[in-house]
């Protein structure tokens, strides 16, 4: 069985920009969270998507967005990119939005 | 809200015993899970306790006592392949959604 994959794996854009991730969960995962990591503030949950819908959003300001379609695959956005964004973006996919979830590699954004 | 301490660094020989602990607060407990992740890699699922007690899985195992609101990990046997960062996490409000709320994390390092 296939895991988790995330595009691009790596990022590079500048200040005012915006970017869009991808990630496909593992088949059959319902559930997709996206959760940011950096040194300072450590791993953090943005938002979780359950069939195409949003079902929980952590704490960060709305230039954070994203969606998931129909097969499961989701997307998160950031606009007006500040250099704070920097960090590696991890997506996880479950069943159903278990404990047990399955991470994919990451995205690393640099934001100059 | 919710809100995970663990130690940033613990330190320990090959062939030792470890544990790492972890104290949390939240407003609705649904278990606590461990994850570890190496250096460039991404979280991978150890361990799941949602009642008092202990889980055994090979060389680790997870402790939790709901009414100390604390866990640990033990890692026995060390090897240098568990230098890695392990997590503890809780589920944020709402205990079927895949919004999980992780620790700062505890970088053990292993030595020969």
């Known amino acids: 069985k296939a895991g988790v994959t995330q595009t691009p794996r790596y990022l590079i854009k500048t200040r005012g920009q915006q970017v869009t991730l991808s990630c496909s969960p593992i088949?059959?995962?319902?559930?997709v969270s996206w959760y940011q990591q950096t040194p300072g503030q450590g791993l953090q949950f943005l938002f979780e998507?359950?069939?195409?819908?949003?079902?929980n959003k952590g704490n960060f300001p709305g230039r954070f967005s994203g969606r998931q379609f129909s097969n499961s695959r989701s997307e998160m956005n950031v606009s007006t990119l500040e250099l704070g964004d920097s960090a590696l973006y991890l997506c996880?996919?479950?069943?159903?939005?278990?404990?047990?979830?399955?991470f994919g590699p990451g995205t690393r954004l640099t934001v100059t | 809200g919710q809100s995970l301490e663990q130690p940033s660094e613990v330190t320990a020989v090959e062939g030792a015993i470890v544990q790492i602990n972890c104290t949390y607060q939240?407003?609705?407990?649904?278990?606590l899970s461990w994850y570890q992740q190496h250096d460039g890699g991404a979280p991978t699922f150890l361990s799941y306790?949602?009642?008092?007690g202990l889980e055994e899985t090979g060389r680790f195992s997870s402790f939790l006592s709901r009414s100390d609101s604390y866990g640990y990990l033990l890692l026995q046997e060390l090897q240098m392949k568990d230098s890695a960062s392990y997590f503890c996490?809780?589920?944020?409000?709402?205990?079927?959604?895949?919004?999980?709320?992780f620790g700062k994390g505890t970088k053990l390092s292993v030595k020969p």
């Open positions: 306790n949602a009642l008092d």
């Open positions: 996490a809780v589920k944020g409000d709402g205990g079927s959604q895949g919004n999980l709320i």
């Open positions: 088949s059959g995962h319902r559930s």
């Open positions: 998507y359950f069939s195409e819908t949003q079902r």
């Open positions: 939240t407003s609705g407990f649904y278990g």
């Open positions: 996880a996919s479950s069943f159903d939005g278990s404990y047990e979830q399955y």
